[in-house]
């Protein structure tokens, strides 16, 4: 029972294009939502975050929308670079009982192609 | 300025025996979490902890795991009597509050023999 889901396992993209990954969740208590990156043999590393407060949240090259009505949020990556190459988690999280435990999705693995 | 380590990196063990994993958190850093990811599957929360106190332990098996978080020294994450099931990479994280971004460890993959 995925609370957390990332529907694409793959995605591959030309250097220099819009990478556009996306992510469905299920429950409406979640208010807190990340993005994590991940390279083989390491541990994810934070990449951005969002709170249910806003749906837009932007950092360089990546952006992060918030559907709340959809139950939806996508992380944009433009231009995208090689090194972007990666595994991509989106986790969420709620505070019921004051703790934040994020859940993570599958991941999409994303190439780019130079 | 260290992160999140890990060790060992890697363990093999043979059925039957124990793994004690090891997670030293970020400086300053009271939230501990583990997360276990099976192969080609994401990543699947275990336990949150505080300095000495397990916070929330829903997603730890209820037979052969443990986890501790000591007052002083590393996180300790223990699996008795292991089965080949038990094969996976465990991550470590920390963060400074409860609504922190995680930090990460590298992990330890562990196999069952």
């Known amino acids: 029972d995925q609370q957390v889901k990332q529907n694409s396992p793959s995605l591959s993209v030309q250097e220099g294009r819009i990478s556009i990954l996306n992510c469905d969740y299920t429950?409406?208590?979640?208010?807190?939502f990340l993005w994590y990156k991940k390279y083989p043999a390491e541990g994810p590393t934070f990449l951005i975050s969002?709170?249910?407060?806003?749906d837009k949240n932007e950092d360089g090259r990546f952006t992060v929308f918030l559907n709340k009505s959809a139950k939806h949020l996508s992380l944009h990556i433009v231009p995208s670079q090689p090194g972007d190459s990666a595994v991509y988690f989106c986790?969420?999280?709620?505070?019921?009982?004051?703790?934040?435990?994020?859940?993570f999705g599958r991941g999409t693995s994303l190439i780019v192609h130079p | 300025n260290a992160g999140v380590m890990q060790n060992p990196r890697h363990l093999v063990r043979r059925r039957g025996q124990e793994a004690r994993l090891r997670c030293s958190p970020v400086?300053?850093?009271?939230?501990v979490y583990w997360y276990r990811q099976l192969p080609e599957e994401g990543l699947k929360f275990m336990v949150y902890?505080?300095?000495?106190?397990?916070?929330?332990e829903s997603g730890m098996p209820k037979e052969r795991f443990s986890a501790e978080f000591p007052k002083e020294g590393p996180s300790i994450l223990r699996i008795q009597q292991v089965v080949r099931g038990d094969s996976a990479a465990y991550f470590c994280?920390?963060?400074?509050?409860?609504?922190?971004?995680?930090?990460f460890g590298n992990g330890t993959r562990l196999t069952v023999t």
């Open positions: 429950n409406s208590m979640f208010d807190y």
């Open positions: 986790a969420a999280s709620a505070i019921p009982g004051g703790s934040y435990i994020p859940t």
């Open positions: 994280a920390s963060s400074l509050q409860g609504n922190s971004p995680l930090h």
């Open positions: 969002i709170s249910s407060i806003k």
């Open positions: 400086k300053g850093h009271s939230h």
């Open positions: 902890l505080q300095k000495e106190n397990i916070i929330d």
